[in-house]
């Protein structure tokens, strides 16, 4: 699996983690591996393995200086491609020593405000996912991120599972404060699904019942895209998504055990307030509260926040925030689910689509077969959406336009 995963681009930090040439190095773990990142003089952005090739001391303590990385103990320094490019302390036959102290260098790339690396073989043409929140202007896309104590797989199954929110993320009575979920969400908790698979993964279309309309139904549609991306379905009261923003996760590995949830929004009609900013994007936002290191701070050590008071009055889970709602179940499955434990419905059908369909590229790659997906960035410009379709209406072909992205569509119109 890990194997398959190195084959895709995956966000990596921030761009704001590594803002200033020559600035402070960041300690970095991805897919098991201890890396640490760096913008040297000209503004690259390097990753390269963690420790030094000389005695190991890691070089996030570092001096970033004049185009390299020049560890402390003593004073081997390395450029944003790995090579060790000067080694002061071994003033005779250091020419010898440089391309043995080569590190490991992974190609980076900054789209939409994130640092993308891609880890996998040199010789295979992945291209970054051609996402249409990393292609918009600052004002109308925001990306953030936070721990997450478990492993990828059961994070992704959570995102595709959109029938838990009409349980975890609802609420029984309205809550001060909060706007009203639309009506077709407060009845119908037993959602039909659809899955079909695309190019770059599966979409996912969860059918409920319209209140007053017994001859359209509400479709949800969630966009999954290998090999831990997701976009879920706007919630909105209009016909459909058609003039709304929308918002997705990555799910990145660390190790087995861990992740970093990346969390995206884009709006591609127009510009987001300074108030929808902070919301979609900062630390105390929607997506928070996270502290400087983008540690949640509500977490298993403090129960979450878990407020019964509010589980009692109208608050279904008891917990605040919409993130912390997933990680307390997430989390709370150990930091690797024993899935053969588990007890499988038909709600969960986009869970086993999305097990099988892993298992199956993960297979083939093994074979010697890599990913076709990940050599076509344009094929994950796709949006997710939500919309009231006719009962005989396939939910793909109603809902064809407004799953485009923004460069998708107009040549579609045209």
Same mark, same amino acid.
């Given at each position: $699996?890990?194997?398959?995963?190195?084959?895709?681009?995956?966000?990596?930090?921030?761009?704001?983690?590594?803002?200033?040439?020559?600035?402070?190095?960041?300690?970095?773990?991805?897919?098991?591996?201890?890396?640490?990142?760096?913008?040297?003089?000209?503004?690259?952005?390097?990753?390269?393995?963690? /420790?030094?090739?000389?005695?190991?001391? /890691?070089?996030?303590?570092?001096?970033?200086?004049?185009?390299?990385?020049?560890?402390?103990?003593?004073?081997?320094?390395?450029?944003?491609?790995?090579?060790?490019?000067?080694?002061?302390?071994?003033?005779?036959?250091?020419?010898?020593?440089?391309?043995?102290?080569?590190?490991?260098?992974?190609?980076?790339?900054?789209?939409?405000?994130?640092? =993308?690396?891609?880890?996998?073989?040199?010789?295979?043409?992945?291209?970054?996912?051609?996402?249409?929140? %990393?292609?918009?202007?600052a004002r109308q896309r925001t990306a953030t991120k936070r721990l997450q104590r478990c492993n990828w797989a059961q994070a992704v199954d959570g995102s595709i599972d959109s029938s838990h929110a009409s349980f975890l993320h609802s609420r029984t009575k309205p809550v001060a404060g909060r706007r009203p979920l639309p009506r077709f969400w407060t009845d119908d908790r037993h959602p039909v699904f659809e899955i079909k698979e695309t190019a770059a993964? !599966?979409?996912?279309?969860?059918?409920?019942?319209?209140?007053?309309?017994?001859?359209?139904?509400? =479709?949800?549609?969630?966009?999954?895209?290998?090999?831990?991306?997701?976009?879920?379905?706007?919630?909105?009261?209009?016909?459909?998504?058609?003039?709304?923003?929308?918002?997705?996760?990555?799910?990145?590995?660390?190790?087995?055990?861990?992740?970093?949830?990346? %969390?995206?929004?884009?709006?591609?009609?127009?510009?987001?307030?300074?108030?929808?900013?902070?919301? /979609?994007?900062?630390?105390?936002?929607?997506?928070?509260?996270?502290?400087?290191?983008? $540690?949640?701070?509500?977490?298993?050590?403090?129960?979450?926040?878990?407020?019964?008071?509010?589980?009692?009055?109208?608050?279904?889970?008891?917990?605040?925030?919409?993130?912390?709602?997933?990680?307390?179940?997430?989390?709370? $499955?150990?930091?690797?689910?024993?899935?053969?434990?588990?007890? !499988?419905?038909?709600?969960?059908?986009?869970?086993?689509?999305?097990?099988?369909?892993?298992?199956?590229?993960?297979?083939?790659?093994?074979?010697?077969?890599?990913?076709?997906?990940?050599?076509?960035?344009? =094929?994950?410009?796709?949006?997710?959406?939500?919309? $009231?379709?006719?009962?005989?209406?396939?939910?793909?072909?109603?809902?064809?336009?407004?799953?485009?992205?923004?460069?998708?569509?107009?040549?579609?119109?045209?």
């Amino acid at each position: $699996m890990g194997k398959l995963l190195r084959h895709y681009w995956m966000p990596a930090l921030l761009e704001e983690e590594v803002a200033e040439p020559d600035g402070s190095p960041v300690r970095l773990r991805l897919l098991g591996e201890d890396l640490v990142a760096f913008r040297d003089t000209r503004g690259r952005v390097g990753i390269i393995e963690a /420790h030094c090739a000389h005695r190991r001391a /890691h070089l996030f303590y570092g001096r970033n200086e004049e185009c390299g990385l020049r560890c402390i103990y003593h004073g081997w320094k390395y450029d944003v491609e790995g090579n060790c490019v000067d080694i002061p302390s071994e003033p005779e036959g250091s020419e010898l020593l440089k391309p043995k102290a080569k590190r490991v260098a992974y190609r980076t790339a900054v789209r939409g405000g994130v640092v =993308w690396v891609y880890m996998g073989p040199s010789d295979f043409p992945a291209e970054p996912p051609n996402f249409e929140w %990393s292609t918009l202007p600052a004002r109308q896309r925001t990306a953030t991120k936070r721990l997450q104590r478990c492993n990828w797989a059961q994070a992704v199954d959570g995102s595709i599972d959109s029938s838990h929110a009409s349980f975890l993320h609802s609420r029984t009575k309205p809550v001060a404060g909060r706007r009203p979920l639309p009506r077709f969400w407060t009845d119908d908790r037993h959602p039909v699904f659809e899955i079909k698979e695309t190019a770059a993964g !599966l979409l996912v279309g969860a059918r409920r019942r319209i209140n007053d309309d017994p001859n359209r139904y509400f =479709w949800g549609i969630t966009q999954f895209l290998m090999p831990f991306h997701q976009m879920f379905s706007p919630v909105t009261d209009a016909e459909d998504s058609s003039a709304c923003n929308y918002s997705g996760h990555s799910f990145v590995p660390i190790d087995d055990e861990s992740i970093w949830l990346w %969390s995206f929004s884009a709006n591609p009609h127009r510009e987001y307030s300074d108030e929808e900013l902070a919301w /979609h994007g900062g630390r105390d936002g929607y997506w928070g509260p996270v502290d400087e290191n983008y $540690m949640p701070r509500m977490n298993k050590y403090n129960d979450y926040g878990i407020d019964r008071a509010a589980q009692r009055d109208g608050l279904y889970s008891g917990i605040v925030s919409v993130p912390d709602q997933d990680a307390a179940v997430q989390e709370s $499955m150990g930091a690797i689910v024993d899935r053969s434990k588990e007890l !499988l419905g038909r709600s969960d059908r986009a869970v086993i689509m999305f097990r099988r369909k892993i298992l199956q590229l993960a297979d083939d790659c093994a074979s010697g077969k890599p990913p076709e997906a990940a050599k076509h960035g344009d =094929w994950f410009n796709v949006r997710p959406a939500t919309t $009231m379709l006719d009962c005989a209406i396939p939910f793909e072909q109603g809902a064809s336009k407004l799953l485009l992205g923004r460069n998708l569509a107009q040549a579609e119109v045209r």
